[in-house]
């Protein structure tokens, strides 16, 4: 028999989720966990890069365990647990951080953008080295397929780069070559106030968290920024606010965006559009935040992710026995 591939992905937890998250990566989770070995996971570890209140911390790890079940994510087929209970991470990052480059590091975007804003003394070493972190939980799975927004797949090509680098180095196989997944529409959902600029947790203004309340989604889709035409037409370029209204509908639809332009044919007024696209939202989002009150519950919770540490551990220490094998440490009975 066919070995089954595997897939993984996971969120950090470092503030309140986005429409962002959830169109580019969350919702798109379960498609794997019946034809892959699927493991998804709370990144919290990736959490303690840039200062966090403690209490803030636990929350968001809590909530998005509920996310997940509340996405479809089931715990029998899917592998849900947290990097710091699984310290193989940890302990292959040790091991990983001395076959990536300084060069390659420094060139991560999103290592520029957040270091940018800091006192270039002052930028932490975790953040620096972030994505040593990120390509220990994926080779430690042997990852075929890594589910992510199109932010992401920088960081899991430097985990392509690892990955020729040291099964050469040891001339075997030792880690799977992953390959990042990116959904085909709302790989990059943009802020509702500033179109040209990713819609992340750190925006409260163009953000739409999926803990809203649905009244004051429908208000930020109806006061999204938009240009002055009256066009429902896709050009990223010169109509950033409406195509990315029209990315959301699309992605929410599972439909092309040359459909959803043509749906908006006969429609020539933005505040109508604005209406559709409200509705559409809400009508995945209203559901979803129910089932997560329901998975809001610290029993729940925790079931899932004993559960998941067990199996997650099992998996990664036989990974991480191979590579000290492979690199020399002696490991002994
Ligand atoms: P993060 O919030 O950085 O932990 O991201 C978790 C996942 O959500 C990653 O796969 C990101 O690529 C994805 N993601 C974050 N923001 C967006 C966005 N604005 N559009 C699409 N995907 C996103
Ligand atoms: N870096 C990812 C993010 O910011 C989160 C993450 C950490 C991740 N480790 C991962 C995603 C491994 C996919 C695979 O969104």
């Known amino acids: ?11 950090k937890p470092t503030g309140n989720l986005t429409l962002g998250n959830y169109i580019g990566a969350l919702r798109n989770f379960k498609n794997y966990q019946d034809e892959y070995e699927n493991f ?36 029998d ?16 990052n040790s091991i990983l951080i001395n076959y990536l480059y300084m060069g390659e590091l420094s060139r991560m975007t999103q290592f520029k953008d957040k270091s940018a804003k800091m006192n270039h003394e002052a930028v932490g070493v975790g953040l ?24 992401q797949t920088q960081h899991v090509e430097l985990a392509r780069d690892l990955v020729h680098r040291f099964n050469a180095r040891y001339n075997k196989e030792v880690f799977v070559m992953p390959k990042a997944v ?56 010169n109509k950033p606010g409406i195509s990315n209204l029209l990315q959301i509908y699309s992605a929410l639809s599972d439909i092309t965006l040359d459909e959803a332009q043509s749906r908006f044919h006969d429609i020539h007024q933005y505040g109508e559009f604005k209406k559709i696209i409200a509705d559409k939202v809400l009508e995945e989002i209203v559901p979803f935040q129910e089932r997560f009150k329901e998975f809001s519950n610290p029993k729940i919770i925790n079931e899932v992710l004993n559960q998941g540490k067990e199996r997650a551990s099992r998996v990664a220490s036989r990974t991480l026995n191979k590579v000290k094998k492979t690199v020399g440490l002696y490991v002994h009975e």
């Open 1 to 11: 028999m066919e070995k089954m591939k595997r897939s993984l992905s996971g969120i």
């Open 40 to 75: 998804v996971f709370i990144a919290d570890l990736h959490a303690l890069t840039l200062p966090i209140d403690p209490a803030f911390l636990r929350q968001n790890t809590k909530d998005i365990v509920a996310f997940y079940l509340a996405s479809g994510l089931d715990k």
């Open 77 to 92: 087929k899917t592998t849900i647990f947290l990097q710091s209970d699984v310290s193989a991470h940890s302990e292959l």
């Open 128 to 151: 620096f080295a972030y994505p040593v972190l990120m390509t220990a939980d994926i080779l430690l799975y042997n990852a075929d397929v890594v589910p992510v927004g199109e932010d």
């Open 182 to 237: 990116t959904p085909k529409v709302g790989a990059r959902i943009m802020s509702l106030s500033d179109p040209t600029k990713k819609m992340s947790k750190s925006d409260p203004k163009g953000d739409i968290f999926l803990k809203d309340e649905p009244n004051i989604i429908r208000k930020k889709i109806m006061s999204a920024v938009t240009d002055t035409g009256n066009e429902i037409i896709y050009d990223p370029v």
